[in-house]
């Protein structure tokens, strides 16, 4: 089993649509959870960072953490053109940090 | 502004060359990392330093080499032992040394291709 997994996608979907993306894990060591945001050709910014499982809201994204289930997610509201870019999560803890593979997202006008 | 400069942008090897990329933070970071992305395959650790004058081997340093003489500086060799170099390449930084809550900054990358 993978240590961290989460699907390549690509998704495509209307403007204005809310997104899910999900990672699962498999290190119970990991307590820190990041998702980042990645432009075609530019580097990943920190999007979200939550520390241990609850959920953080920033403006029309929300972070959900559940470690009884080794689950993670992202929740995009209002889905917008801008917001196509490639979506990394990322979790870190007893003494590692590992990347998820990435999810594309393209947002339709 | 603060930040992570990666140069050059894009970068050519020919067959038996080494290279190296440019690697610069001015955000006080005493922690750096060079990641590999191939479409598909993610972020790959190559290298990364907790301190100056420290570096510790990543899951694929075999073919790169590296050096820590500033705490601003990580430049990155691509040596002739690394037979697929074509890649995007990420330098990256963060307050706190790896493993721990580490919220890493990342540069723009280089493209680096194989002539």
Not at chain 1, 22 to 50: D, H, I, V
Not at chain 2, 46 to 68: L, P, T
Not at chain 2, 82 to 102: H, I, W
């Amino acid at each position: 089993q993978k240590e961290v997994e989460q699907d390549p996608g690509p998704l495509s979907v209307p403007e204005g649509a809310i997104v899910s993306l999900n990672c699962t894990y498999s290190n119970s060591a990991f307590q820190y959870f990041m998702w980042y945001r990645q432009y075609s050709r530019k580097g990943p910014e920190l999007l979200m960072y939550t520390y241990s499982s609850g959920n953080k809201e920033d403006g029309r994204f929300t972070a959900q953490v559940d470690k009884s289930s080794k689950y993670i997610s992202l929740f995009i509201r209002d889905s917008q053109p801008s917001d196509s870019a490639t979506y990394l999560c990322a979790m870190s803890g007893g003494g590692k940090l590992v990347f998820g593979k990435g999810t594309k997202l393209t947002v339709n006008p | 502004d603060g930040g992570i400069t990666q140069s050059p942008k894009y970068l050519f090897r020919k067959e038996g060359q080494n290279v190296t990329l440019s690697c610069e933070q001015n955000l006080n970071h005493d922690a750096m990392y060079w990641y590999r992305q191939d479409p598909g395959q993610g972020l790959r650790l190559i290298y990364y330093s907790q301190i100056v004058n420290d570096f510790q081997k990543g899951d694929i340093a075999e073919g790169y080499s590296v050096s820590r003489e500033k705490k601003e500086s990580f430049p990155l060799t691509v040596t002739s032992a690394q037979k697929n170099p074509t890649a995007f390449y990420l330098c990256a930084s963060s307050m706190n040394r790896p493993g721990v809550d580490e919220k890493l900054f990342f540069g723009s990358g280089t493209q680096l291709s194989v002539l």
